[in-house]
Nanobody, 119 residues
């Protein structure tokens, strides 16, 4: 069983930055960040292959967000130039193997961390 522990959410003004963290000790495969607002489907933000470091971003995240990992396989989402429309619950997810940024393919999920961006 893989346990994902997220941290780093909070409230920030538009244009600000936040960094989310997700700890998944010893996990290898694909790790990703998704987000969800009430009444909408959970959408992918970014993913990283832990073996190669290869990354992929949703259009909404390109140029503003950076997904990365450290040697301890902790995954980060650096969010810059935040906009009010980035307000959502952000979830860390993990999947064995090489997985696209599609929520249906992820088996393991964190509890979520709230990000609120005010205008």
């Amino acid at each position: 069983q893989v346990q994902l522990v997220e941290s780093g959410g909070g409230s920030v003004q538009a244009g600000g930055s936040l960094r989310l963290s997700c700890a998944a000790s010893g996990f290898t495969g694909t790790m990703a960040w998704f987000r969800q607002v009430p009444g909408k489907e959970r959408e992918g933000v970014a993913r990283i292959y832990t073996n190669s470091g290869n990354t992929y971003y949703a259009d909404s995240a390109k140029g503003r967000f950076i997904i990365s990992q450290d040697n301890a396989k902790k995954v980060y989402l650096q969010m810059n130039s935040l906009k009010p429309e980035d307000t959502a619950m952000y979830y860390c997810a993990a999947s064995r193997g090489y997985t696209p940024l599609n929520r249906d393919y992820y088996n393991y999920w964190g509890q979520g961390t709230q990000v609120t961006v005010s205008s």
